[in-house]
């Protein structure tokens, strides 16, 4: 049974590549074949003689099925600012249509798994009309949210999630990734957020934690979010 998710975040630099990334990688350890897209990314070196993105890079070295890089990444930008912008200082239209065809385009894959990670948060423009959101609208996927634990993450997780509903939109679930610091009072915080939030809590991870817990941490998480998908099916 094929599962396929579009991953977002409450904002940027929250998680969301570290959270795909491991969800490949247990997707992996079941032996299943895996691949992950980023379509747009800003903040980009050069490599090998073109632009690269780092979070990109990540979800193509996770992935069992090796894509060519601009199919996974067919929009880069060297500085790191807003896509629209980008876009428009390089000249370049970027529409919510034409992300979707590339998307399909690599979905014609034979898989079992596979992801889209987007760039910020749920209402990250493309165009002065379009929005990030409406490339997972087009999709139709299930979504995961990546929600950063630390001051303001209970609003922001709450609007996020309200807002993806709003879309039409299936939230399959939400990971609570920890930052740097533990913040103060951060099994309060997680509890309001349990309790409010309207999808399952598929696990919590933290960017500072034991690498010997990895493996264990983003496999229940990738249990959950199978059971979250497809009820009846199990991990």
Not at 9 to 26: F, M, N, P, R
Not at 33 to 47: M, V, W
Request: hydrophobic share 45%; with cysteine; net charge negative.
């Amino acid at each position: 049974m094929k599962t396929k998710i579009f991953v977002t975040g409450i904002d940027t630099e929250v998680g969301k590549t570290y959270v795909s990334t491991g969800l490949l990688h247990a997707a992996a350890r079941r032996q299943l074949r895996c691949f992950g897209l980023k379509p747009i990314a800003s903040g980009a070196t050069l490599q090998d003689g073109e632009l690269k993105n780092e979070d990109a890079l990540a979800l193509q070295s996770a992935s069992t099925l090796q894509l060519p890089y601009r199919q996974i990444n067919p929009f880069v930008f060297e500085p790191a600012i807003a896509p629209h912008i980008a876009a428009m200082q390089k000249g370049q239209l970027i529409t919510a249509s034409r992300v979707e065809g590339m998307i399909n385009g690599a979905s014609l894959l034979s898989y079992d798994f596979c992801l889209v990670e987007g760039a910020g948060g749920w209402r990250v423009p493309l165009n002065d009309r379009e929005y990030f959101s409406d490339i997972a609208k087009r999709l139709q996927w299930p979504v995961v949210l990546v929600v950063s634990m630390r001051l303001g993450c209970i609003n922001h997780a709450l609007l996020s999630a309200q807002a993806i509903l709003s879309d039409g939109l299936k939230l399959a679930g939400w990971v609570a990734n920890t930052g740097a610091e533990r913040m103060p009072f951060y099994d309060e915080n997680l509890a309001t957020l349990k309790a409010a939030m309207s999808a399952p809590c598929l696990g919590t991870i933290s960017w500072q934690a034991d690498q010997s817990t990895y493996d264990d941490e983003f496999d229940q998480i990738f249990a959950n979010l199978v059971e979250s998908i497809h009820p009846t099916a199990g991990a």
